[in-house]
């Protein structure tokens, strides 16, 4: 079944999208070698609560981090913590916000119009 959204839903949808982008443009800026992944993931709960909004992940099903971080070959789902990125690695950011009853809205580009375009970062030195 088909669940055709109202114009005010989309209007939610697209600041939404708009959030979750500035989330990931923000963590795209602070991703360096050297950096934890529970930095990354302190600036974006911290980032995203200052918006008026919740860190999806969160507490869903027992996930104790606001984003996913996931490096080289993990394939989602990374837990932040103490690992320091290294220059050469591949990573990968997911976040999800909940702002509205509409519950979670997780950026995944097979099915939102905003489309997670700094989802990857090679660190590399500059």
Not at 51 to 66: D, E, L, N, T
Not at 110 to 121: G, L
């Amino acid at each position: 079944m088909i669940n055709l959204k109202t114009n005010a839903e989309i209007e939610i949808i697209k600041a939404n999208g708009r959030m979750l982008a500035k989330t990931l443009g923000l963590l795209k800026e602070r991703i360096r070698p050297g950096v934890k992944t529970k930095e990354l993931d302190r600036l974006a709960e911290d980032f995203i609560r200052k918006q008026g909004a919740y860190p999806a992940f969160k507490g869903y099903r027992g996930f104790p981090a606001s984003i996913c971080v996931s490096i080289d070959d993990e394939v989602v789902h990374g837990i932040p913590g103490e690992r320091a990125l290294k220059e050469g690695q591949v990573v990968s950011v997911d976040v999800g916000i909940i702002t509205t009853p509409m519950e979670l809205l997780p950026l995944r580009s097979d099915r939102y119009p905003i489309k997670p375009r700094v989802c990857f970062w090679l660190l590399r030195r500059l």
